[in-house]
């Protein structure tokens, strides 16, 4: 018989069709209308109009599989099919009907599920799995009885959107189903083939029997080409990338990649789990911006790419190179942590393999190593952010980036105090930070779900002053984007100069803190710096005896001796710098609080 389609356009859902798939093979024919794919020259149609396996005398498998198009999750779908066996159904003599499978070679890694008959015994039972990969897992186990000699059956299977699965049978091969089973799985939802598996004996190899497949659901229209979901460099000359869809082998030819550099076509391309894998003849140099032309590249449904991308080739990172510059440590209640790191080098650096860790201060060691898991290439003076649930932190912080928010095991943070560790994947330290809760804003009774962070993202991370509460008009957090308090640096060609003349530590994320910076002729040099109020009286000394760089930033934010907040007023900052040279610096500058 030949397939019917009837297709149907549901409103508003423009990509959704209705569709139905029959197939009772009574037109003799199995290459056409629909086609049947795999190993077509095993199975034939029989004199009763069935499909039936005839694979040469050899314990082996056989396949044939059709394409459903894209299956719609989000509607319900129905399949049902006959099944004979001229045979005692065992672990070495099974059939496997694939309900779902993303790939068409039934033989290889794919992500389905599929009904099986077929164990050892004679109490045989349809049995429902799920198939990551190439391994298994059974989701449910049917009925004793009926299928452990020479069984003659129809199945009927529904699933819902709720991703609800329920197997029917008629043990007679007619319509009166009885219920099998159900359960509920929704770890696969992309499909565009379904067929029939065959695992035979010699002795068995024309003994399995199909007819009356029918599959009735929505099919999504796919007229969109496919695009780069992402594409990295992997070794001195191999690059990978990743499409946002399933692709045809069109995605293998070496002729529809082409790559700047005079490295021209790729001299492999290997298909790997996440994507494909394109070697090079050339070696790449760190922090080059490759340019690679992609053609002729079609999707599942015949869409083409044609495209050009842009690939940094990253570097490594140094100790100081990448920075902790935002942290939240004490969630709400069924939030999640979040660290963030900054790019302080002038390289792109890919955090692939770094870990995230803390410090165990019962054996005084490095512990609970996180491994970062994805390509993340951070460009200088870019920012990235890892957390343990990433729909959690974009709901509980509206001033976010999701394209910098990345998701990953992290360790414990502790809401007291903790040092945490950033590491190549030599365990090399990159950064480390000692934080605690007393680094909030002091006017912060409860600091719960207010992120710190710094100030100066490119100075040391364990530089006290250096940190501060979110501030509450940003909603007291920023993952993957500029801290609020962040200070742009500034320094001109003066010795020393204010940044901030007038500031407000209100923590409302303006000028909540005031920023100093100096620039000096010799190097080596040791600083000092105090504020004093207007009757010249000591208010905080914020630099003592603090070995100075050419040039740098120091900031004041607003507290006296005791920790607690200055008043209202103009105050003196006196600056003073020793060389070993004996030259001596010294500013006077006045601020507003």
């Given at each position: 018989?030949?397939?019917h389609?009837l297709?149907?356009?549901i ?21 056409n ?8 020259s ?9 499909l ?7 314990t082996?498998?056989?396949f ?7 299956l719609?999750f ?20 099974n ?13 290889g890694?794919?992500?389905g599920?599929?009904?099986?008959v077929?164990?050892?015994?004679s109490?045989?039972?349809?049995k ?21 000699i ?10 819902d ?8 049978s008629?043990?007679?091969?007619g319509?009166?189903?009885?219920y099998e ?46 695009q780069v ?7 001195t ?12 082998t ?19 391309v ?9 070697l ?58 979040f660290?963030e790191?900054?790019n ?5 650096i890919d ?20 491994q970062?898991t ?16 990433t ?9 976010h ?16 105090s ?22 909030h804003?002091?006017?912060i ?28 008009s940003?909603?007291?957090g ?14 001109s060609a ?25 620039q ?10 105090s504020i004093y ?28 001796s ?6 209202i ?25």
């Amino acid at each position: 018989m030949r397939p019917h389609f009837l297709l149907l356009i549901i409103p508003f859902l423009y990509v959704s069709l209705h569709a139905q798939l029959i197939d009772d093979f009574s037109d003799g024919d199995f290459l056409n209308n629909p086609t049947w794919q795999g190993d077509t020259s095993n199975f034939i149609i029989n004199v009763n109009n069935q499909l039936q396996l005839n694979a040469p005398s050899v314990t082996d498998t056989s396949f044939l599989v059709v394409e459903t198009g894209i299956l719609d999750f989000t509607n319900t779908i129905t399949w049902e099919f006959y099944v004979k066996l001229d045979l005692s159904p065992s672990n070495s003599n099974n059939f496997r009907y694939y309900l779902t499978s993303n790939n068409a070679n039934l033989r290889g890694n794919l992500n389905g599920y599929f009904i099986r008959v077929g164990e050892n015994g004679s109490t045989d039972k349809i049995k429902l799995y799920r198939q990551d990969g190439t391994s298994t897992n059974l989701l449910m186990t049917g009925l004793n009885g009926a299928y452990g000699i020479s069984p003659e059956f129809r199945v009927r299977v529904n699933r819902d959107i709720n991703g609800n699965w329920e197997v029917l049978s008629d043990s007679t091969g007619g319509t009166s189903f009885v219920y099998e089973g159900g359960a509920t799985d929704n770890t696969h939802q992309f499909s565009t083939f379904s067929g029939v598996w065959c695992k035979r004996t010699t002795s068995n190899t024309d003994n399995f029997y199909f007819d009356d497949i029918e599959i009735n659901g929505n099919v999504i229209t796919d007229n969109d080409p496919p695009q780069v979901s992402n594409s990295f460099v992997k070794g001195t000359n191999t690059i990978e990338i990743q499409f946002d869809e399933p692709v045809t082998t069109s995605a293998e030819q070496i002729s529809n990649y082409n790559l700047n550099f005079n490295n021209g076509n790729p001299l492999l391309v290997t298909v790997v789990n996440s994507g494909y894998e394109l070697l090079f003849n050339n070696p790449f140099i760190s922090n080059d911006t490759l340019i690679m032309d992609i053609s002729n590249v079609l999707d599942l449904s015949g869409n083409v790419l044609d495209t050009t991308i842009e690939i940094i080739v990253p570097d490594t990172a140094s100790a100081g190179d990448l920075l902790f510059n935002e942290l939240l440590f004490d969630p709400y209640a069924g939030g999640s942590d979040f660290v963030e790191f900054f790019n302080a080098s002038n390289s792109n650096i890919d955090l692939y393999h770094y870990f995230v860790a803390d410090y165990d201060a019962s054996d005084g060691e490095i512990s609970n190593y996180k491994q970062i898991t994805g390509h993340y290439v951070i460009s200088p003076s870019d920012v990235v952010c890892f957390t343990e649930d990433t729909s959690s932190t974009i709901s509980d912080f509206y001033t976010h980036d999701l394209s910098k928010i990345f998701q990953m095991d992290l360790p414990s943070f502790p809401n007291d105090s903790a040092t945490i560790y950033l590491l190549t994947p030599d365990s090399i330290v990159v950064d480390k930070f000692s934080y605690s809760e007393d680094m909030h804003y002091e006017l912060i009774n409860d600091p719960e779900g207010i992120s710190l962070e710094k100030i100066i993202s490119n100075e040391s991370s364990n530089d006290f002053s250096n940190w501060t509460s979110a501030a509450e008009s940003v909603g007291w957090g920023t993952p993957g984007v500029d801290n609020s308090q962040r200070f742009n640096q500034l320094i001109s060609a003066n010795q020393f100069e204010v940044q901030t003349a007038v500031f407000s530590p209100d923590n409302d994320g303006f000028e909540d803190v005031a920023v100093f910076s100096y620039q000096l002729t010799d190097s080596d040099m040791v600083g000092n710096a105090s504020i004093y109020d207007k009757t010249g009286r000591l208010i905080k000394r914020v630099l003592t005896n603090k070995l100075l760089g050419t040039e740098g930033q120091f900031i004041w934010d607003g507290t006296n001796s005791n920790n607690q907040k200055a008043g209202i007023g103009i105050y003196l900052v006196h600056f003073e710098a020793f060389g070993e040279n004996g030259n001596i610096i010294t500013h006077k500058k006045s601020i507003t609080l």
